[in-house]
């Protein structure tokens, strides 16, 4: 329900006083939910704070309109009405007009008429925020059609023709059906031929991002990935590749016949992925790879980079621009699809600046990962030249004929929700909220007479910045950096456990998956999880609130943990899940057990080393992928991999990022790889309930970890 706030006091005549009541009994009865106020601040939060506020009414003889000026500034569409009388004197400040401002007059007999002036403008007001699309399929939703095609269930009623479908159908409401149509629906437009509302809808995101182009993809960065990489690569060519790409980045290698040269990252003890040194993008290093592999010949046409990582390092991407001589510069940018709307982030992402001459930038942004739109929303955005049919064949090559409009509105809402100042106090509030739990944290950790979380982190961060990873400083745990090249996004915040220091392991320690669990057991679900850190992304949902609650959760932790609970306690769901295992286990037991482990297997040494040598390029993923659907491969045990081609890929997840790429060979020279899976199976086989998923590795029925390699 929508709200009208009222501010005015007690202090007031009888007639104004009568006024106001009718005033607002005629609103409620048009459905308004009226909000009273007699105090200015409070008012003013609640304006700011409650979204569902469509309009505000107040005596203005007894409050100044300039106290408004704060409303103006987070959301100046905001009808704001002011009531006042004939003998009131006009005064108002050019400060005023910032206000979508109307005035009305303290008469009872026009109360009708000034309902009905109000309705209008509140409805005015509603459809001048909602963005083409939208707008248009909320039309379209709302004339309830008869229509006999797709999609069967026909605005919900199939849904309601079996108990099943009911109960589906209640789940969600009926406006989720009613908006679900055909792509006949010629008065929509279309996106496969970019056309009427959907392309006002991709104009307005294009504007809103600060891009040339931007389209809109319903099924994920993944899709946008490959979309990019089809539309700039051809059988043959040479790419660029982060070796912290994407797995879909690898899908793409294996659909089309590239040869890629590898843009090697750094890595800390923690596991936490660094970025690409300045070094990597020169000429001379890229032509020292290219006279070295074993198939690739022509310079690169095209190169991808994550920024920022899943860890939230972003780059200075002038230097990027500037050095990689490519003509297709495509910044994967799925978890920073805020960054055009914060001044912090100015320089460190694609849209931000022009492309040099002869040379054009994508971005891919996952929409729904920290922007509020649905799972699989994503974007593209472009700046400089490009071919618009061969852009839309490699579009239409991955998008549905069938495409679920009610996703598509979400990716257009979500850039709605972020024009203008709005969209800056938006991830404003985000920002302060990441550093205000960072800060919490460290005090905590200060005051704590034993172990306490820590955040990986500078030590000062009263600065709102993206904070530089500086080769001085040693927070960070990363080798040979470079001057402005390197940031940390506050908003992606990494809690570390004790377990490593100064790149060694420590004689306690408390593994983060078993924190994890806990927290996922109290309705907490970490991005990320590390050997000893978790990763917690503060995105426009997050609350003040909830980040309270995420400290109080993990002090929980801290408590059990030092009370030594046993496992039933502390983990319930995994105790559930193998009950005689844990029967006579404690919490300490358990993370000690984890902790010996990874000591054993010397984790510190192997993250940083199982990504110093890549493995030895035999053939090109694509080429290594027919080898599989063509049977020409052989499944053997991991103890087995050494001196063997890879038919597939090979991730642990999360993140998501490649550690064997398809048509690699495992030699003695980057054997630490195999000592890194051979750890992750040992954790599992030992402690049921910690298993890492491993993609690419299949697990049989002795428990061993099995892969597909090439037959020689």
């Not at 490959?226 to 059988?235: E, R």
């Not at 046409?301 to 991407?317: E, L, P, R």
């Amino acid at each position: 329900m929508h709200s009208i706030l009222f501010i005015y006091s007690d202090a007031i005549t009888n007639e104004k006083l009568t006024y106001f009541n009718h005033l607002e009994q005629q609103l409620e009865q048009l459905g308004f939910a009226i909000l009273p106020s007699e105090n200015l601040h409070a008012a003013i939060v609640a304006a700011k704070a409650n979204s569902r506020i469509t309009g505000i009414i107040l005596d203005w003889e007894q409050y100044d309109l300039d106290s408004f000026a704060e409303v103006a500034n987070f959301n100046p569409h905001l009808p704001v009405f002011a009531v006042g009388n004939t003998r009131q004197d006009v005064e108002l400040n050019l400060s005023n007009f910032q206000l979508n401002l109307d005035f009305l007059q303290f008469d009872t007999a026009s109360i009708r008429s000034n309902v009905d002036r109000i309705a209008h403008v509140i409805h005015h007001y509603q459809q001048k925020i909602l963005p083409p699309f939208t707008r248009q399929l909320i039309d379209y939703a709302e004339k309830n059609n008869y229509s006999f095609c797709t999609p069967g269930h026909q605005g919900g009623h199939g849904f309601q023709r079996t108990p099943a479908g009911t109960l589906f159908y209640d789940f969600y409401g009926d406006n989720l059906f009613k908006s679900d149509i055909s792509i006949s629906m010629a008065e929509m437009g279309s996106l496969l031929e970019h056309s009427g509302p959907y392309k006002e809808a991709e104009n307005f995101i294009a504007n809103t991002f600060n891009a040339d182009r931007s389209l809109i993809v319903t099924n994920g960065t993944s899709t946008s990935n490959k979309i990019v990489g089809m539309y700039a690569v051809a059988d043959g060519d040479t790419i660029l590749v982060d070796r912290n790409c994407h797995k879909s980045i690898a899908h793409l290698m294996m659909m089309v016949d590239v040869n890629p040269i590898y843009l090697k990252p750094n890595r800390n003890a923690q596991g936490i992925i660094g970025g690409i040194p300045k070094s990597e993008f020169s000429r001379e290093s890229i032509q020292h790879k290219l006279d070295r592999h074993p198939v690739a010949k022509s310079w690169p046409s095209y190169a991808v980079i994550t920024n920022s990582t899943y860890d939230g390092i972003f780059y200075n991407v002038h230097t990027i621009k500037n050095n990689i001589t490519v003509n297709t510069l495509h910044f994967d940018s799925a978890w920073v699809p805020y960054t055009n709307f914060h001044p912090i982030y100015k320089g460190k992402y694609g849209m931000y600046s022009s492309p040099n001459s002869g040379q054009t930038i994508f971005e891919t942004q996952s929409t729904h990962k920290l922007l509020a739109a649905f799972s699989q929303a994503s974007m593209i955005h472009i700046k400089g030249e490009y071919d618009e049919e061969r852009l839309n064949e490699a579009f239409m090559m991955h998008t549905s004929t069938s495409p679920f409009y009610p996703l598509v509105a979400s990716t257009e809402i979500s850039a709605a929700m972020l024009r203008g100042k709005v969209g800056y106090h938006l991830i404003n509030d985000v920002i302060d909220c990441a550093i205000d739990f960072r800060k919490e944290l460290i005090r905590l950790k200060k005051t704590s007479p034993n172990w306490f979380y820590d955040v990986w982190q500078p030590d000062d961060i009263d600065i709102k910045a993206t904070w530089p990873l500086q080769a001085e400083d040693n927070w960070h745990g990363f080798n040979e950096l470079d001057d402005d090249h390197l940031y940390l996004d506050p908003v992606k915040v990494t809690v570390l456990l004790p377990g490593i220091k100064d790149e060694q392991m420590e004689d306690h320690g408390i593994p983060a998956t078993i924190v994890s669990a806990f927290l996922e057991d109290h309705g907490i679900i970490v991005e990320k999880t590390g050997p000893y850190s978790m990763l917690f992304l503060f995105s426009i949902g997050i609350t003040q609130a909830k980040s309270m609650r995420l400290i109080a959760v993990l002090n929980k932790f801290k408590q059990m943990y030092d009370q030594n609970l046993p496992i039933s306690d502390v983990l319930p769901s995994i105790y559930k899940a193998h009950p005689e295992f844990y029967a006579e286990k404690k919490i300490q037991d358990v993370a000690a057990s984890l902790h010996q482990l990874m000591t054993q297997h010397k984790l510190p040494q192997v993250m940083y080393h199982a990504f110093d040598t890549l493995p030895e390029f035999v053939i090109n993923p694509h080429r290594a992928y027919q080898k599989l659907v063509k049977k020409q491969t052989s499944k053997l045990c991991i103890d087995d991999l050494l001196g063997k081609t890879s038919a597939v890929m090979v991730l642990p997840y999360p993140p998501g990022i490649p550690i064997i790429m398809p048509g690699e060979k495992i030699t003695a020279d980057c054997n630490v790889i195999l000592d890194f899976l051979l750890m992750l199976e040992t954790i599992g086989n030992h402690l049921p309930g910690f298993e890492t998923e491993i993609h690419g590795l299949t697990k049989g029925a002795d428990g061993r970890l099995y892969i597909q390699v090439i037959c020689e």
